[in-house]
């Protein structure tokens, strides 16, 4: 059973980097680089340190607004602030988090140290798959209690 960020990164084939850019970058440069790293959401970052990130979803937006994509800068399309995880977090509380706050990836780390980037289809089918394995357990248990009591 996959109960943390830890070993849900660990039961996950391939590279988790997370990848980064400078808030000056442009538009272009942020999908640019996203497309060649095989990647939905990237790290915008000022002086090596967080400060928001960018999705899919938000270059897309820009666009299709008409703006031309080598004019805008990552600091102005990015979403401020970096939501983060630790590696010894308990999924179901990831699960909420990222729920709560509305947002597809939160990047695992502590600090300044990033590790990776987990998507909410990776978290949430690692606790489906775990409730799924807890009513297994459930099953089989009531199973054996009743065949002992017959």
Same mark, same amino acid.
């Given at each position: 059973?996959?109960?943390?960020?830890?070993? &849900?990164?660990?039961?996950? $084939?391939?590279?988790?980097? /997370?990848?980064? =850019?400078?808030?000056?970058? !442009?538009?272009? +440069?942020? %999908?640019?680089?996203?497309?060649?790293?095989?990647?939905? &959401?990237?790290?915008?970052? $000022?002086?090596?340190?967080? /400060?928001?990130? =960018?999705?899919?979803?938000? !270059?897309?937006? +820009?666009? %299709?607004?008409?703006?031309?994509?080598?004019?805008?800068?990552?600091?102005?399309?990015? $979403?401020?602030?970096?939501?983060?995880?630790?590696?010894?977090?308990?999924?179901?509380?990831?699960?909420?988090?990222?729920?709560?706050?509305?947002?597809?990836?939160?990047?695992?780390?502590?600090?300044?140290?990033?590790?990776?980037?987990?998507?909410?289809?990776?978290?949430?089918?690692?606790?489906?798959?775990?409730?799924?394995?807890?009513?297994?357990?459930?099953?089989?248990?009531?199973?054996?209690?009743?065949?002992?009591?017959?």
């Amino acid at each position: 059973m996959i109960r943390t960020v830890q070993q &849900l990164l660990g039961s996950i $084939k391939g590279k988790r980097s /997370v990848i980064t =850019i400078d808030q000056l970058a !442009t538009a272009q +440069e942020v %999908a640019v680089t996203m497309k060649d790293n095989g990647i939905n &959401l990237i790290v915008v970052t $000022k002086n090596r340190k967080p /400060v928001g990130v =960018i999705s899919t979803s938000d !270059t897309s937006s +820009e666009f %299709a607004s008409g703006t031309k994509p080598s004019e805008r800068h990552a600091f102005q399309i990015m $979403k401020r602030g970096v939501i983060k995880t630790i590696m010894t977090e308990d999924l179901d509380t990831v699960a909420k988090k990222m729920v709560d706050k509305d947002i597809r990836h939160i990047i695992v780390g502590d600090r300044d140290d990033w590790i990776a980037v987990l998507s909410i289809k990776e978290v949430l089918e690692a606790v489906r798959l775990n409730k799924i394995e807890i009513e297994e357990a459930l099953d089989e248990y009531h199973k054996g209690e009743r065949f002992r009591h017959s």
